[in-house]
């Protein structure tokens, strides 16, 4: 049976309140960032869960690990905690996943932007022949 984990946490980034939807479902972690205006109250936040669940874009899923209960040597432990930093740079995996989806949103956003461009000068192009072929013509 696959386990599902949702987490909500609520801080305040200048000038709004941020909230951020942790999902962890097959040791797969994905993210979902919230803008909010004045601070939420709880029932404001259960309200806006509850309506717009179906709606709310999640981040492609980032691989996470387990903590295994054995007891690590402190000094191993921090070794290990600074190694990972220097890889990875600053930022927790919540903090990775909204970069990753911020990243895939860009490259759609120029997609679209390049095809409406070429489509814009395809118009244009058009236009500039049919005006050619009609001072040919002689009208």
């Known amino acids: 049976m696959d ?3 949702v987490k909500f946490k609520v801080y305040f980034e200048e000038p709004f309140w941020i909230g951020v939807i942790e999902r962890i479902e097959n040791q797969k ?3 979902c960032k919230i803008t909010f205006g004045p601070e939420p109250k709880e029932y404001d936040i259960q309200k806006y869960i509850l309506n717009n669940w179906h709606t709310l ?3 492609p899923a980032i691989e996470t ?3 295994s209960s054995d007891k690590i040597n402190p000094k191993r432990l921090q070794r290990k ?4 930093i220097l890889d990875l740079g600053i930022g927790t995996k919540s903090q990775q996943a909204l970069k990753l989806q911020q990243e895939e949103k860009k490259l759609h956003r120029k997609a679209k932007t390049r095809k409406e461009k070429e489509a814009e000068s395809k118009r244009i192009f058009a236009m500039k022949q049919e005006k050619r072929k009609a001072k ?3 009208r």
């Not at 905690?81 to 990972?84: G, H, I, M, S």
């Open 136 to 138: 040919h013509k002689g």
């Open 65 to 67: 690990f387990n903590m």
């Open 81 to 84: 905690v600074k190694k990972e």
């Open 29 to 31: 972690l994905s993210v």
């Open 57 to 59: 874009k999640f981040s």
């Open 3 to 5: 386990k599902v984990t």
